[in-house]
């Protein structure tokens, strides 16, 4: 049997300037089991060229804890993508 | 880690905050001293005169970061009780953003505690403001909070 292609299906968050960047602030995401915030990233920086630029000034949170690029995700995580801070 | 009191206040509001209200919150006698940090809507950025802000957050995770500021404070500090209260949505000039009360028997620590707040808020709290202008709109530059830089893998519970 061909082995079955495990998927995770996430939220994905977006703030700030990458909100204005993508359109919309939030969706749900169907990913390759394992795959990290950085893979996730890369998707839309895939689909929307604009958004790769931002990269290094950008910090990821999985399920409201700050988390690094390499983070495995897992089905049902909330995933955002958040440009440097500016509360006060 | 030392448990917020009950009295602790974080909050995340569209409507004026009443700093009097907060400030008389946190007061009771065993305290000594209130120190306050009240941030408003400044008229002008780099110059260029500010029309108003917008804020916004990522409400759950924001105010998860103010309890765990709160919770910092109480380890850090002997401090009595702490009200942090952000505002969100358009805020005019001179309008208040965030106010942190703390309260203390004595002075030090609550000056040092309400340092600690604001400049802890500033790094770690996904807040984000917008400033517009007559000319347009920006986002304020702003802080990258600390991540981690490579996360333990950590075998997943099956």
């Known amino acids: ?88 | 880690m030392a448990a917020a009191l009950q009295d602790d206040i974080f909050q995340l509001v569209r409507e004026p905050i009443d700093v009097g209200a907060l400030i008389r919150h946190v007061r009771a006698p065993g305290d000594g001293a209130i120190v306050t940090f009240d941030g408003f809507v400044r008229n002008q950025s780099h110059h260029r005169p500010t029309l108003y802000l917008d804020y916004e957050a990522y409400e759950s995770m924001a105010l998860a970061k103010m309890r765990e500021i709160g919770a910092q404070l109480h380890e850090k500090f002997a401090i009595h009780c702490v009200a942090i209260v952000h505002r969100l949505g358009r805020l005019e000039i001179g309008e208040t953003s965030v106010l942190i009360a703390v309260s203390a028997p004595h002075r030090a620590a609550a000056f040092d505690a309400c340092r600690f707040a604001i400049d802890t808020l500033k790094r770690t709290v996904p807040i984000w403001k917008k400033e517009y202008f007559e000319d347009g709109a920006v986002w304020a530059d702003g802080e990258l909070p600390p991540a981690p830089a490579v996360t333990l893998r950590v075998k997943p519970a099956s």
Do not use: C
């Not at chain 1, 996730?40 to 604009?50: M, N, V």
């Not at chain 1, 931002?54 to 440009?83: C, H, I, K, M, Q």
């Open chain 1, 1 to 88: 049997m061909a082995p079955v292609s495990q998927t995770v299906r996430v939220k994905v968050l977006f703030f700030g300037r990458l909100k204005d960047v993508l359109g919309h602030s939030e969706e749900f995401l169907d990913l390759a089991d394992a795959s990290t915030i950085e893979e996730l990233f890369a998707l839309y920086a895939a689909r929307i060229p604009e958004l790769a630029k931002y990269r290094s000034s950008v910090v990821a949170s999985r399920n409201e804890e700050f988390a690094s690029w390499d983070t495995p995700l897992r089905s049902g995580d909330e995933v955002a993508f958040l440009p440097p801070v500016s509360g006060g």
